[in-house]
């Protein structure tokens, strides 16, 4: 059976990227931080290996969150061996 393969990108479409497989996990987090960076009453992530995840374009990262520089879009953060995504940054098919 073919592994499914998911796209996405920011706003402006200067990082694109794509995830290989089922995420290892889902979540919604309300913190405070996730409040304040997404501007909204909750975030929506999920995250894959890193052998899964497939990147282009120029991200800047503020702690342990990556955003383009030019849109301001929320991208993949890249950590030791895993990626966190942020789910509405998924193409929807
Ligand atoms: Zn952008
Ligand atoms: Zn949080």
């Known amino acids: 059976m073919p592994e499914i393969a998911r796209t ?3 706003l402006c479409g200067g990082v694109q990227f794509s995830v290989a497989g089922e995420p ?48 301001g879009s929320r991208v993949p953060f890249v950590g030791e061996d895993e990626v966190e995504v942020t789910i509405g940054s998924l193409d929807v098919a």
């Open 24 to 71: 290892r996990r889902v979540g919604l987090c309300h913190c405070k931080d996730c409040r304040k960076t997404s501007g909204s009453a909750f975030h929506a992530y999920a995250v894959w290996p890193l052998q899964a995840f497939e990147t282009s374009g120029i991200t800047s990262t503020y702690g342990a969150r990556s955003f383009c520089p030019t849109c």
């Open 8 to 10: 996405g990108s920011c």
